[in-house]
T-cell receptor
Framework: DAGVIQSPRHEVTEMGQEVTLRCKPI?????LFWYRQTMMRGLELLIY????????DSGMPEDRFSAKMPNASFSTLKIQPSEPRDSAVYFC???????????????FGSGTRLTVV | TQLLEQSPQFLSIQEGENLTVYCNSS?????LQWYRQEPGEGPVLLVT?????EVKKLKRLTFQFGDARKDSSLHITAAQPGDTGLYLC???????????FGAGTRLFVKA
């Protein structure tokens, strides 16, 4: 398996522009997570999906952020309009829930480094 | 609120030295995981510990889960430059499928 695939790896955009980040999870994994990582705040969970359905989006910072998972093999995180404070590394991760709710751990993608100027 | 506190925040050592990093909480966790994140990459799962007092070894890395399942440690023997990275501990929150991450210990091993 190729692992969790994210694109693009790097994105530089101007303030006010729309940014779309993409993720292909591992086939068969039923959970998908979007995280944001900064030096100041570490890893922050933005939203997660179970079987393509958003379960908890309480970490999404503002209405400017939205996420979709139209099918089991694809998810997007969109920021519109983007602001300089959105600059961070955005990670997608997928996971499989085991028997009795056991968490086998996450497989992370390589991330998208977003810079908003 | 469940929190995981990691210490030290930063560690710089010479190749061949031993080290221990810690992950502590006031809450009980059903399991804890350790991840290593190399620069420019996502975190990679190293191990999951489930039973209080459990010890797991992964080559030169030894992981221990506290008896009360509130803390964990990672010991590296004879550190190598390839061990350089950010070490994160993580655990599932109560009543959900979110994972709580600590802030991490940033390790630098000098050749």
């Amino acid at each position: 398996d190729a692992g969790v695939i994210q694109s693009p790896r790097h994105e530089v955009t101007e303030m006010g522009q729309e940014v779309t980040l993409r993720c292909k999870p591992i086939s068969g994994h039923d959970y998908l997570f979007w995280y944001r990582q900064t030096m100041m705040r570490g890893l922050e969970l933005l939203i997660y999906f179970n079987n393509n359905v958003p379960i908890d989006d309480s970490g999404m910072p503002e209405d400017r952020f939205s996420a979709k998972m139209p099918n089991a093999s694809f998810s997007t995180l969109k920021i519109q309009p983007s602001e300089p404070r959105d600059s961070a590394v955005y990670f997608c991760a997928s996971s499989l829930l085991g028997t009795g709710g056991f968490n086998y751990g996450y497989t992370f993608g390589s991330g998208t480094r977003l810079t908003v100027v | 609120t469940q929190l995981l506190e990691q210490s030290p925040q930063f560690l710089s050592i010479q190749e061949g030295e031993n080290l221990t990093v810690y992950c502590n909480s006031s809450s009980v966790f059903s399991s804890l995981q350790w991840y290593r994140q190399e620069p420019g990459e996502g975190p990679v799962l190293l191990v999951t510990v489930v039973t209080g007092g459990e010890v797991k070894k992964l080559k030169r890395l030894t992981f221990q889960f506290g008896d009360a399942r509130k803390d964990s440690s990672l010991h590296i023997t004879a550190a190598q430059p390839g061990d350089t990275g950010l070490y994160l501990c993580a655990g599932p929150n109560t009543g959900g499928f979110k994972t709580i991450f600590g802030a991490g210990t940033r390790l630098f091993v000098k050749a």
